[in-house]
């Protein structure tokens, strides 16, 4: 099996630059089909009628491209799954309404994995049947692996929204939208102490998650370049990662002054409410995972206040295609988006883009559709809605600037 040299994914990590995060600004009319430099519009076109799956009209001759996508819509992550599945929907019907792609309408069908590897790789073969030629997915790291393994083995193009770990693209067929689990560890560990917000630090992971190791392992190693001690390291794992209190007095008795936490949103809720119990209010940084924390049932959102995370996204941003977004997501559905709706709505624009480059039709099957993507998507630059000047890698990597976004009133914002 052919995998791609890590060294091209750390590579892509020192092309980041922290400085390069300010303001947003591009055209917004869709590109030409013969264009390979390409940016999502900020204006929709007509509005397609789309139930949960999000069909669109079959074109005239009843072609139409399919793409598939899988997440969790149901169970712990579902915020991410659910905020994926409606980024999708909004770009697909914007798509639809201006014309589709080189004249084809896109019908989508997106299924629920409840955040497990079998039921995602269950989900994958209920979207093969259906007759899948793209998949947008999986969502989660573990998940999005074992998925992998699957589209490799039938050469099915996969652009992961949101699936940051090492693995996840480490076949030729395999891209992503946001950062690798390396990148964040890095350039988190680079921000703290360039910004010298905190010499002593403590470190609370998941050890049975790819996703939090691999951030966590890129952080430790920076973290020896920027004068930072880890004071304090403490794993949880799948089965045991409702109790953080001893993982918080560790941290508060070795006088950690930031608290660092590479892992998703729910666990970080607990481990904040567990830190207000003890009485311990470090400074506390994370990674995108953490995008969802203040929707959580229960939480007192008040104790996310000044948390800090990486994100390639922020919703309140002066830029016009955010803000047009924004004005559709919260119409359509009532509520802000996240960054892993900003994600899969830029993913669906990807694609698009990589398939007029490289002049797919509806009636090619999905491994010819495959081979064509593989090398357009080296081809393209990208505008969206998650950054500016977009390329990829052969390895599957983008080259895109992070953000790090703090909590404030109750809501993120870009420092």
Known sequence: MKKKALSLLLACAMTFSLAACGG?????????????ETEAPAEAGNDAEAGDDAEAPAASDGAV????????????ASAYGIAVQRGMEIAVEEINGAGGIGGVQIELNFQDD????????????TLKDWGMQVLIGSVTSNPCIAV???????????????????????YDNAFRMCFSDPNQGLESAKYIGENGLATKVAVIYDSSDPYSVGIYEAFRAEAANQNIEIVSDAAFTADNRTDFSTAVQGAKNAGAELLYMPFYYTEASLVLAECSKQSYAPLFFGVDGMDGILSVENFDASLAEDLMY???FVANSDDEMVKSFV???????????NQFAADAYD???VVKAAMEEAGVTADMDASAICDALKTAMTSITFDGITGKGISWEASGEPNKAPLIVQIKGGEGVAL
């Open 327 to 337: 004005g559709k997501y919260q119409e359509k559905y009532g509520e802000i988006p």
């Open 310 to 312: 990486m994100a390639p």
């Open 347 to 349: 993913c669906v624009y």
């Open 24 to 36: 947003k600004g591009g055209e917004t009319e869709a590109p030409a089909a013969d264009n390979a």
């Open 148 to 170: 992998a393994e699957q589209t490799y083995n039938d050469n099915m193009f996969q652009l992961t929204p949101s699936g940051t770990a090492v693995k996840c693209v480490q």
């Open 114 to 125: 409840e955040h497990d590897p079998e039921k995602s790789v269950n989900a994958y073969n």
């Open 65 to 76: 491209i399919k793409i598939g996508g899988i997440g969790p819509t149901t169970g712990g």
